[in-house]
């Protein structure tokens, strides 16, 4: 594990983008494509923002996967993760992205599994962008996360904090009309991943980096499984790191 504490979340996403970067180039000199998982929220803006400020990247050689999506939410909604990656990532490097495949949730939830379970597990996924919950959630896999499955996608049922998190953030009108089940890449997946840059920005995620950072690994704090991955970079920004102990900041890197 290595950790990154910065100032805010700006400098937390340029140092995480910058990561990122160089990742992406190693993995295409070496191997001459990679293989990425982007994801999505409020954690991912400035972490997007500097990857795609670096000119240097072949983005004619990067397959896009991503993470998850809610059901039922068409691709014009404002809350729709398609519509995100649409808007901020894919048409910004179009055309010269290799492949994207995103995830439909106006499909029958299963069949859109198995469509990208198959796809996916043809290509070997080289990096991992994600971020964590306020309910220690990685990607939508709330608690009790599902640490077994080799399946990797799941139709999973949101609850109220996931919820709670999704309406406060505003991108819906009401509670009740953010959705109660999704599509979300499985944590075995997740974790097949060579390398995963994890970003976790403000205050009201400091419980749950506290949790999944110090605490044991549990499906009751999903993201904690991270622990047990060789390849994870943290970045957090101040805010998010106030309530972890001095025996996990003294080998943090703060910026």
């Not at 072949?58 to 691709?75: C, N």
């Not at 010269?96 to 495949?101: G, H, I, T, V, W």
């Not at 896999?141 to 499955?149: G, L, Q, V």
């Not at 605490?215 to 970045?235: D, M, R, T, V, W």
Request: with cysteine.
């Amino acid at each position: 594990m290595t950790l990154s504490i910065l100032k805010n979340a700006e400098e937390m996403g340029k140092a995480a983008g910058k990561k990122a970067a160089q990742i992406l180039r190693t993995v295409i000199q070496e191997k001459g494509t990679a293989n990425v998982i982007l994801a999505t929220g409020a954690s991912q803006f400035e972490v997007l923002k500097q990857v795609l400020s670096e000119k240097d990247i072949a983005w004619d050689k990067v397959t896009m996967f991503h993470l998850d999506e809610y059901l039922g939410i068409s691709i014009s909604h404002p809350a729709s993760f398609r519509k995100y990656l649409l808007d901020r990532f894919i048409t910004v490097v179009s055309p010269n992205l290799k492949e994207a495949f995103l995830i439909n949730g106006e499909n029958d939830g299963k069949k859109e599994c198995e469509r990208l379970g198959e796809i996916i597990k043809k290509h070997p996924i080289d990096l991992a962008f994600v971020g964590f919950g306020e309910n220690g959630h990685l990607a939508f896999n709330d608690p009790p996360a599902n640490f077994e499955t080799e399946e990797p996608y799941l139709v999973v049922d949101l609850d109220q904090a996931c919820r709670q998190q999704q309406f406060g953030e505003g991108w819906f009108e009401s509670l009740e009309s953010v959705p109660k089940q999704a599509i979300s890449m499985s944590i075995n997946q997740i974790m097949k991943t060579k390398h995963i840059i994890c970003s976790v920005p403000d205050t009201r995620k400091a419980v749950a980096v506290k949790n999944c950072l110090n605490g044991e690994i549990s499906n009751l704090n999903p993201a904690s499984i991270l622990q047990k991955h060789p390849n994870c970079a943290y970045f957090l920004d101040q805010n998010a790191a106030t309530l972890l102990p001095e025996s996990i900041l003294k080998i943090s890197k703060t910026v």
